[in-house]
């Protein structure tokens, strides 16, 4: 389960077994839970998070988007 990044308290990070989905970022802080598309940046699942954290997170994620595509083409090599 590599960790891209920490910020706020948040976990950004994808999960090794899922090379067969589209590329894509789990954002985790305490017990909640979201996963968001890459391409483009889209809410795929919630759970826990108040609509608030939710629009913080999504702003985060954009403005790390290249970051993270490449961080996971490059540990799937895709």
Do not use: C, T
């Amino acid at each position: 389960m590599p960790v891209i990044l920490r910020l706020f308290g948040y976990k950004y990070l994808f999960y090794s077994n899922e090379s067969d989905e589209p590329p894509h970022i789990h954002v985790r802080k305490g017990n909640a839970h979201a996963k968001f598309w890459l391409e483009p940046v889209s809410l795929a699942k919630n759970e826990g998070f108040k609509i608030h954290q939710l629009n913080k997170l999504e702003k985060i994620i954009i403005a790390n988007e290249a970051n993270f595509v490449k961080a996971w083409k490059q540990y799937f090599k895709s």
